[in-house]
Each structure stands twice: as structure tokens, then as C-alpha cells.
């Protein structure tokens, strides 16, 4: 299988409630992905994000499979000794991150994140290569056969991009030694190239008039909404010739997608049976409250009054106290009938009003940016197929920009992170969420250096070591097709090295990297050997800015010496 090393993209959407691979033959131009549940009575493009370990911490179960062997151990009385992690992937968002950092199982026990992320996405690729196989007429296939795409939030810090990256290594997707046959690409960036290629008809109640796609009309500004369970991430881009992208500004988003909605209804469940019963529910009966969770999910796919059957168990509990009928008794926003309760449409808008709120805040955002001209509003993940966020964006956003929903909303970051493989360097420009530099000594002045120590060099020059030195600013648009040079002279006219130390930090007008906020974030030093052009010497520093790994490179101009080191964004 030499040759199959490009001919095969497979790319996985690793989301906070489901994930889902995708795959396609370079030479064909249709995605393929798998229908998961189908043997517990689902079919749905993307299968729960949720893992099952031994006791001994071997892997077990992945998606539905697991949610179904935990239920039935539960009746057995066995699952307290099991791990089972659910919504994991939003355990690296906004927090310090380490190779060992814990997490924890329903059970109350601990297991290495990195462990539990790997195994998630092994679990994926093995499914993956074994599902290409059967689709090739039973063809053995290797993960060194794919180029792999990931994907992950563009709100996520660099820490936790690089954190998913080594996952994968762990995961075996691909070996240290072939780091390019892995694309760590973002969610709404996929998204993004997937919607500029929609064909005019592809949309949920919409036509295009022109029948053009929008990666046809280079200086189109459009605004890609990516809603999930977990978040909501926004990114802003403008075509440009050759169907590139150019952000206009950087990612941003929130925590509010999707699941804040079931995190409601939960608790609108407790307002109604009480924090007592619904405990006794959600600890002993795990995948009744999955299976109501998923008939919730079909309620919330409609506008309107819905039914939503009320699982035994919960019933059962509830009955042992009182009436079933008495626990609505009062209410405005639900009723019991035929065996079920009936939630009134008013309260489920109600239940979306903390995530569409956080949705409308996040657009505003953008939107009060003068200089910007968006003309289409694409809302995608699975969350932008519910009529309330439909409804809510078009009412808001849609005098001041055309809002547009996909069919498959909910698989437009996987087919566009496949997409997005087969020509990666497709979006050519992105803006800097921070300011990167590194530290280097500056002639000292005495105004600008004030209360800093100082260094006085051989030839009794005085410095300021520390002094941060810029190479690209908060806010700024990076070229990264393009490296960017520069370059630098030693201190000392005999020095045999240069020391580089990289540093980031939100600030836009840093001065030293001792200041608040400053993260060191790698370092190397190049040996310069030749010491006879003194100080009159170079090392010129390259720096390649990707979007989820950035490597710096320094060569000493006199002896060619060069040494790199990849940016690591992570605390040891
Ligand atoms: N038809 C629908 N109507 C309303 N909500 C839906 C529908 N389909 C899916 N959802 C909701 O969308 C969310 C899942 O969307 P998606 O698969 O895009 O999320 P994810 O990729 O797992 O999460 P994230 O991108 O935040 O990591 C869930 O909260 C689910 O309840
Ligand atoms: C759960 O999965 C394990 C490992 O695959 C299997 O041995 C066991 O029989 C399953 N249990 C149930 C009850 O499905
Ligand atoms: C805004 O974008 C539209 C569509 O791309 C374009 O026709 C229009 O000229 C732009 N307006 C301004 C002020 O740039
Ligand atoms: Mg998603």
C-alpha cells in the first residue's frame, strides 16, 4: 500500500456530544462516513462521545456501545467499578494544562486525560480502517496509509490544540517521526470551507438566487456559526481568488451550545419530581435517563408543544410518593398526558434562552466591528438545526446579513475537515489571538529601562536583558503559507551561541518578559563557532505561525549551524 500514503483522507470530529470520522479517496469526490446506533435503535451521523473502562482501566466500550454495556452492568450491580467519562473534551477548555492531568469517571475514579483522549481516538481510527476495508472489498488498510485530519475548537488555547495533537500520536493516527500526515485543523474553520462550496440549493428554506457558490465571488465576507453541544465558535472569513480564505477576525465563542439546553430541562425535571427522585433516577437508571435525553432531543427538533415519554423508572419513583398527575398540578409549563409530559412550546424556547442569548452576544461581538461587510451568516453543528436557534439568528441577524442553515448542519465541520486536507494551506491569512515574541538584550536607556538591571558586555556597552522583542502582534493578520525572517546580532563579539527564549501573552504592547500574563512557551540556543566578524555577525530566526503548531528555526549565517524547536504550549 506504498502509494495509498495520500490517496486516503480520513478525518475525525472528536465533539463534545458525539463524534463521527469521515473518509475520502482522493481520486473520488464523495465523503463517506458510517451510520452509528443502528444495532440499539438509532441511526445518527456521529455517535456519543463517551468511553468505557475495566476496572483495570482497559479500554472497553466507545459511543452507544459503551452507554449500553455500563446500563446493563448497572443491572448487574457491577458498574460502580467501571469508568465511564462523558463531555470530557470540555475538561481542556479554559484550564492550565499538563501531560497528567486527571479527569474523572462517573464513578468518582481518576484516569490520565491523556489516556482517556487517546483511547477515544483509537477506538476511532480502528473503526475507521476496518470500515475502508470493507468498503474496498476487504483491502487491509494502516493508519500510515491516511492522512489524518483532527479537529478541535478554535477557542481552545494553544495548550489544548497541542494537547489533542499528542493524543493522536499516543492514538497511533500517525508516529512522531511523520508529524505531517496528521492536520490538527479547526472546527469552524472546516465548517467554513465546507459552506463556501455549497452548492445554491443546499440550504434548510433557502434558495440562493444567484446560483453561484460563494467561494466563486472572490471579496464575499461571510460569518460561519458553528453550534454544538458544547460551544459555540465563530470565525470570520473573506474569500479571496483561488477560493482561499483570508480571517478577518479571530475565533471567538463561549461555552453555551446545545447542552446548556438539557442541562435546563434537567433541572426544569428536578423543579417538577424533586432533587430526591431525580437523584434516585439519574444514579440507578443511567440509560433510561440517556434514552429521555434522546427523546428530548426529538422534542427539540420542533417548534411547539411536545410530548416526551416519561421513562418507568422515573415514573415508578415518582408514584411512590404521590400521584403522577399531582407533580403538574400548577403548572404553567408542563402537563401529564397519555403516560407522558407534555411541555408546553413556551417553556421550551424558554429552556434556549440562556444559549441563544450567549449566541446573539457572541454575534454582536463582530457585528459592532465597523470595517466589516458580511454578507452570509452560515449556522452549522448540530444545535443550528433546531428551529429555536434557526428562528432566533434569522429574527436577530437576518435584515443585517443572509442567514443560511445547511441540510447536514451537523456533519459540515467533518466533510469540511476532510475537504480541508486536501489542501491545507486554504485559509491564507489568520489574525493572532496573541502577541509572540521572544526575549533579547536592547541598548540600555535609561528613560525606558528604568529600575532594570544591567548588563555591560566586553566592550563596555550597556543592555538591558529581558526586553521583549516582538515578531507578531495580538490582532495582527499572519500570512501562513509564508515563514517569516528575522534577524539578530550577538552581544557579545565573542559569544559562541545565541540563546532564543519564545514567549506569548494577550498583552498588544508588551516590553518585558517578566511582565504579568507572559508564558514562556519554548527555547533553544544556536551555536555561532565563528567568532571573527565579532558583533558583526547573524543568526537569522524563521518562524513558521500555523494555526495549531508553530515551529521556529535559527541558522548562524557564518557557519550554517541551524537548530528548531516547536513551539510547547503546555505546562510540564
Ligand atoms: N435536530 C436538532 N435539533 C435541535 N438540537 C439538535 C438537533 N440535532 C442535534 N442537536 C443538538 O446539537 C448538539 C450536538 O451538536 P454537534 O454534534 O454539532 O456537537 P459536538 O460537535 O458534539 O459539540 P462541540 O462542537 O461543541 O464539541 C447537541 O446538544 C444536540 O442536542
Ligand atoms: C460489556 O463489554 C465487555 C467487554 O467487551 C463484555 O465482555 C461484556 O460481556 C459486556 N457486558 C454486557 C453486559 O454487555
Ligand atoms: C459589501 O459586500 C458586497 C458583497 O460582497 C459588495 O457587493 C459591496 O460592494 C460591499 N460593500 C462595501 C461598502 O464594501
Ligand atoms: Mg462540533
Redesign the pocket.
Same mark, same amino acid.
Given at each position: 500500500m506504498a502509494e495509498a500514503e495520500s490517496m486516503l483522507l480520513i478525518a475525525i470530529?472528536?465533539? #463534545? *456530544?458525539? #463524534?463521527g470520522y469521515c473518509f475520502q479517496f482522493v481520486k473520488s469526490k464523495q465523503i463517506r462516513q458510517p451510520k452509528w446506533g443502528l444495532e440499539h435503535g438509532y441511526n445518527t451521523p456521529?455517535t456519543p462521545?463517551c468511553i468505557l473502562f475495566d476496572a483495570e482501566g482497559k479500554f472497553l466500550k466507545f459511543g452507544y456501545d459503551a452507554i449500553m454495556n455500563y446500563t446493563r452492568q448497572i443491572r448487574k450491580n457491577e458498574a460502580k467499578k467501571l469508568y465511564l467519562f462523558d463531555n470530557f473534551?470540555m475538561e481542556l477548555y479554559g484550564k492550565e494544562l499538563h501531560r497528567d492531568l486527571e479527569i474523572t469517571a462517573k464513578n468518582g475514579g481518576k484516569m490520565k486525560a491523556m489516556k482517556v483522549f487517546s483511547e477515544s481516538l483509537k477506538y476511532m481510527k480502528e473503526h475507521a480502517l476496518e470500515m475502508i476495508g470493507k468498503h474496498t472489498s476487504d483491502m487491509t488498510f494502516f493508519a500510515s496509509d491516511a492522512t489524518w485530519v483532527l479537529t478541535v475548537?478554535a477557542i481552545w488555547s494553544a495548550a489544548a490544540k497541542q494537547f489533542m495533537r499528542e493524543a493522536a500520536i499516543e492514538a497511533g493516527l500517525v508516529t512522531q517521526s511523520e508529524p505531517e500526515r496528521l492536520i490538527v485543523a479547526l472546527?469552524p474553520e472546516a465548517a467554513s470551507v465546507w459552506c463556501k462550496q455549497l452548492p445554491y440549493d443546499h440550504f434548510i428554506n433557502e434558495i440562493l438566487k444567484d446560483a453561484e457558490k460563494i467561494e466563486q465571488a472572490p471579496g464575499t465576507q461571510y460569518m460561519v456559526v458553528?453550534?454544538? &453541544?458544547?460551544?459555540i465558535?465563530i470565525t470570520v472569513h473573506e474569500v479571496v481568488e483561488h477560493g482561499r480564505l483570508k480571517e478577518l477576525h479571530k475565533a471567538s465563542g463561549n461555552n453555551m451550545? &446545545? !447542552?446548556t =439546553?438539557?442541562k435546563n430541562f434537567k433541572s426544569f425535571l428536578r423543579e417538577i419530581f424533586s432533587n430526591e427522585i431525580f437523584d434516585k433516577f439519574e444514579e440507578n437508571h443511567p440509560h433510561e435517563l440517556q434514552k429521555l435525553m434522546f427523546e428530548f /432531543?426529538n422534542c427539540?427538533?420542533y417548534d411547539g408543544n411536545t410530548l416526551i415519554p416519561c421513562p418507568c423508572s422515573l415514573q415508578k419513583l415518582a408514584e411512590k410518593e404521590k400521584d403522577i398527575e399531582a407533580y403538574f398540578k400548577g403548572s404553567s409549563d408542563a402537563d401529564w398526558e397519555s403516560e407522558s409530559i407534555l411541555l408546553y412550546g413556551e417553556k421550551m424556547r424558554s429552556l434556549h434562552d440562556e444559549s441563544l442569548k450567549a449566541i446573539e452576544n457572541q454575534i454582536n461581538e463582530i457585528l459592532k466591528k465597523q470595517h466589516l461587510n458580511i454578507t452570509y451568516l452560515f449556522l452549522v453543528?448540530?444545535?443550528a /438545526? *433546531?428551529?429555536h =436557534?434557526q428562528k432566533f439568528v434569522k429574527e436577530k441577524f437576518g435584515l443585517k446579513c443572509k442567514v443560511l442553515c445547511p441540510v447536514d448542519a !451537523?456533519l459540515a =465541520?467533518l466533510n469540511g475537515a476532510v475537504t480541508f486536507g486536501m489542501m491545507p494551506n486554504v485559509v491564507e491569512s489568520r489574525i493572532s489571538v496573541f502577541t509572540y515574541g521572544i526575549s533579547e538584550g536592547q541598548l540600555f536607556d535609561a528613560f525606558k529601562h528604568k529600575g532594570k538591571s544591567k548588563y555591560v558586555n566586553k566592550d563596555g556597552v550597556e543592555f538591558c536583558s529581558g526586553c521583549f522583542h516582538c515578531l507578531v502582534k495580538k490582532d495582527e493578520s499572519v500570512s501562513f503559507s509564508e515563514t517569516k525572517t528575522y534577524s539578530f546580532s550577538p552581544v557579545e563579539r565573542d559569544q559562541k551561541d545565541m540563546q532564543f527564549s519564545f514567549y506569548c501573552t494577550e498583552s498588544k504592547t508588551p516590553e518585558f518578559v517578566d511582565e504579568q500574563g507572559m508564558k514562556m512557551v519554548g527555547s533553544f540556543s544556536v551555536p555561532m563557532p565563528n567568532i571573527l566578524k565579532g558583533g558583526y555577525r547573524t543568526v537569522k530566526l524563521e518562524v513558521r505561525f500555523g494555526s495549531t503548531e508553530m515551529k521556529a528555526t535559527a541558522t548562524d549565517a557564518d557557519s550554517g549551524e541551524t537548530t528548531s524547536v516547536k513551539l510547547d504550549f503546555m505546562c510540564s
Open positions: 470530529d472528536f465533539g #463534545t *456530544s458525539f #463524534t456521529k462521545t473534551k475548537p472546527e458553528d453550534c454544538g &453541544g458544547g460551544t465558535d451550545g &446545545g !447542552q =439546553v438539557d /432531543l427539540k427538533c453543528g448540530g444545535f /438545526l *433546531s428551529p =436557534v !451537523q =465541520v
